[in-house]
């Protein structure tokens, strides 16, 4: 009896001390630097997100530090014209949005969400340290060139390919780690607690404001010096900041959360595809009882955890379908993954195919979003831009968008949430990027009522004026769509931030990140597609198309209603698609002895 109670009591003190160690550790399956289980109160959590957040505040300083006035660079010191040079800043914009694809591969298949991070910022601090001396050294000649008024000479063709090795190298670093950071910043905070899972959400709200801050001072002090030909110093101030953010990111190693990486998804979706074809003539239930899951529970060190069956696309279930033959070689462990998927796959390839609806229906969005640094720009610049004998540069009108990203962001987690949390459960991110879209519809109203208006003033100017002259409406009447931007912004790319993070399956975070940067660049590739049709179709022998050189002889107030009118149908696209997705659904972590953990699921369905 007495060695009976010896048992009892040891078994209870190893339940004890295991349910101490799972209270301990995260229940998402992260783990720490040395690959053990990541222990609560030791990783992750606040601590590790604001140093994350930091160092998004200056990398993305260092880059618009570079970004904002590469075309005036082209220009004044390299002596390319207009439209070359912006053509050039056009192809480097798009190569950062498609090395943003390269990062979330190389992230999601081999390296991991750290490891990415900390090379492509070590290649992105090269890159403008490169820019740098490369500038200082070879570029700026004679000395004190790269002004409005004084342009440099020629240059070598060794001088010229130094700076396109340069500026590409920061389009390679920032570009392979903007999707991954966001993602390794949540990965932070394990969604299984409900504290954390909270902050989690808040996160990607803090995270698009330390991205519009750090822009705000490289838009501004930085683009001053620039436009004032020091180019080296704003170079230099940019290499400065990627460096410290460079050695914060490094600091907080030992505190931080990882996931393994899963391997190459491409091989895993064609998996699905493949095993799907080959038993396209199986029957499959309705309930997908006779679907395959593999052995094993899950448990904290478990990477991946497992999808529940959803309802939809019903013929990639036949490759979790189970026949006479693969049920023997599950038995013997020599099921071959290109016959026989598990369900978690299966749903892999259903999530990404969901989720494709939804991010191209958001890309007009990005249509909009473009026109502040385009349209916004040049509409700016045809208004009264002084008040007494201070200039304001029409580009510098952005601040006003940045600012109400910040103002939208606090009163969104402070007021709004709080407020809609007590009504109703929540704001899901779908229904917040549908009233981004409502917002952005009311900036191109409110920017078409204001170019009316512009053209109302001029009007009545030439009659004592040259028609040639900008307005004498004041550029301040530009805000209300700046500020209508800025709040569409936080509803739609912080939704989309959240929803492509929560959405995406555990081996594909980072790509569901690199598709909200990917709907920013398509985004400029419409808008500039949709203005070359818009002038194609509006020039005729009288008239000089609606966005003409010469804006005084144009009707951008058109082009703005046309977006809006654009917008709204594509509100309306949204709508459907968001009415018919279906939200990914993960199985319930438990064990043998865990009565909350899904029955069944410590053995294969047949």
Known sequence: MASFNIIKDKQGYEEET???????????????WNGRPAVRGKTGSSVAAILILVNQGLA??????????????????LGQDNAEAANNVSKWTGTVYIFSLLGAFLSDSYWGRYKTCAIFQ?????????????????????????????????HSDFEITLFYISIYLIALGNGGYQPNIATFGADQFDEEDPKEAHSKIAFFSYFYLAFNLGSLFSNTILGYFEDEGKWAVGFWASTGSAAMALILFLCGTPRYRHFKP???????????????ARKWKVETTLDGDDLYEEHGKQCSQDQS??????????????????????????GEGAQNPWRLCTVTQVEEVKCVLRLLPIWLSTILYSVVFAQMASLFVEQGAAMKTTISNFHIPPASMSSFDILSVATFIFIYRRALDPLVARLRKKLTELQRMGIGLVIAIMAMISAGVVECFRLKYLRTDCATTDCESPSSLSIFWQVPQYVLVGASEVFMYVGQLEFFNSQAPDGLKSFGSALCMTSIS????????????????????????????????????????????LTTADLMVYIVCAKWYKYIKFEAKGGDDDPSGDIGQDEHRV
């Open 18 to 32: 295991n349910q101490k160690m799972k209270e301990a550790c995260t229940m998402d399956g992260a783990v720490d």
């Open 60 to 77: 993305t300083l260092a880059f618009f530090g570079v970004g904002v006035n590469l075309v005036l660079f082209l220009t004044r010191v």
């Open 122 to 154: 070590v290649i992105f601090v090269i890159g403008l340290a490169l820019l740098s001396l490369s500038t200082y050294l070879f570029l700026l000649k004679p000395k004190g060139c790269g002004d409005e008024q004084f342009p440099c000479g020629d």
């Open 262 to 276: 899963q391997g190459n998804p491409l091989s895993r979706l064609c998996r699905v595809v493949v095993a799907a």
């Open 305 to 330: 955890r497992k999808l529940l069956h959803t309802q939809g696309f019903k013929f990639l279930d036949r490759a979790a379908i189970v026949t006479s033959e693969e049920s023997n070689q599950i």
């Open 522 to 565: 398509l985004g400029n590739y419409v808008s500039s597609l949709l203005v070359t049709i818009v002038m194609k179709f509006s020039t005729r022998d009288d008239m000089s198309g609606w966005i003409p050189g010469n804006l005084n002889k144009g009707h951008l107030d058109r082009f703005y209603f046309l977006l809006a009118a």
